[in-house]
């Protein structure tokens, strides 16, 4: 299982990489972000996966017995405020991305280069 | 038992791979952000079979529901603009 | 958008990236004697163990594992979060707060039409918002049993507002948003404040001494993750009023 978890978080993560490097549109490569972003909190929830764990919550007396096949609690608790910020960060770069378009009537990111006369 | 955790896994695994590639390469901007809600859906049933069913709420409320709504009031502002013009 | 639709480009990107993220998985998954990033064999080396085994504070501090389990909360994640970690969780709401007034700064303002909402919105946004604040509700008084918590609760009472918004309903001005935000944060940091009065430590939990499980134990984190989710609900609802603003 862990290997399955850790292949589906590399590969989404790359995926990612790929979109903020070849696309042109700025609210696909802000989507190309925000794929990265699910894919790094999805590996580093992967890092703490035991094999056959069981979730850390104390329901009942068998969870009080088996505390050593828990699943590392530290990361998810990591992962819980980063998602948090993920949002933040996303809402003002499509403020950015809105006053981009308002300025320059236009969504590419050469936009701004063409309007200088640079031969690209 | 097991293997049936593992095939729902791999099922979630390849629907998110697909999705985050179509997201990219396809040419229309609200196909994408949907697709991408769609991706960000099937990760949060991936947390929940990482046993962390709190980073599956937080994910399915925050990353899939508020980023995608943002997302798209965005897609509507811009396109509110191109008419005027 | 002109070099998006080059394919040679995009196969060499792709090629590239995929046997970067090969080397990676192959050295996280390695137990020979390369780099070993997990660890899924030995329980006993994992972060959590000395988590659980934690004595970083005096002898005679109640922090002190018991034996059996967790004295704080049942939802280890919430005793993480909200007690060992409150310093982060408190700055992370400070950055979310700092993001949404640089959000408000820099989003341009123009007239736009307001469409008028259905019939049917305007009837049933009413019936929507009290079934979202009672699962809000919910949310963040059983944070520390069952999986939920502040974050996610605040999220789902914004969607109420931003469901009062769509319908055209009166429903918060953005003053009271402002005012809401304020208490919730003022009010955070003065029970760290009297925590440092009382026991010594900034956000140490004063209030203990109860069976784990019940609805009112561990003490100070219901109240700290009902504050957070007032904080993190009002600023969420900050973003709609700032698009869906009438000029």
Redesign the interface.
Known sequence: ????????S??????????V?????I??I???L??ME?GI??LL???????????????SNES?MN????????P??L???S??????????S??????Y??NH?S??I?ASEEEEGVNI | MVNRVYYLGLIIAFIMAFGSLWALLTDDLFKAIVVFGIVSLSSSVMFLLMQAPDVAITEAAIGSGITTALFIFTYKKLEDRKDER | MRDERSLFINIVALLILSVIGFYIYKVSMDTGKGIKITDNITPQMRVADRFMNKNVIKEESKYVWGGTAENTSANIVTSVVVDYRLFDTTLEVIVLFVTILGFGFVIPKDKRKIIKPTTILNRWAPILMILMLMIGGYMFVNGHLSPGGGFPAGAIISTAVLIGVLAGRKTLSQKTLKIIEAVAGISIFSLGIASFVITGNFFQNFILNDRIGDLFSAGLIPIFYGLIAFKVAAELSNIYFEFYEEC
Do not use: C, H, W
């Open positions: 299982m862990a290997q399955l978890f850790i292949l589906s590399i590969s989404l993560l790359f995926i990612g990489l790929f979109g490097l070849t696309r042109k549109n609210v696909k802000l989507i190309a925000n794929i699910t909190n999805l929830v992967a890092f703490g996966y035991v094999e056959n764990g069981i979730v850390p919550i104390l329901t009080i505390l050593t096949k828990m699943v590392d609690p530290v998810q608790a992962v819980l405020t998602i948090v910020i993920g949002l933040g960060t996303t809402a003002f499509l403020a950015l991305a809105i006053r378009r308002y009537n969504l590419s050469r």
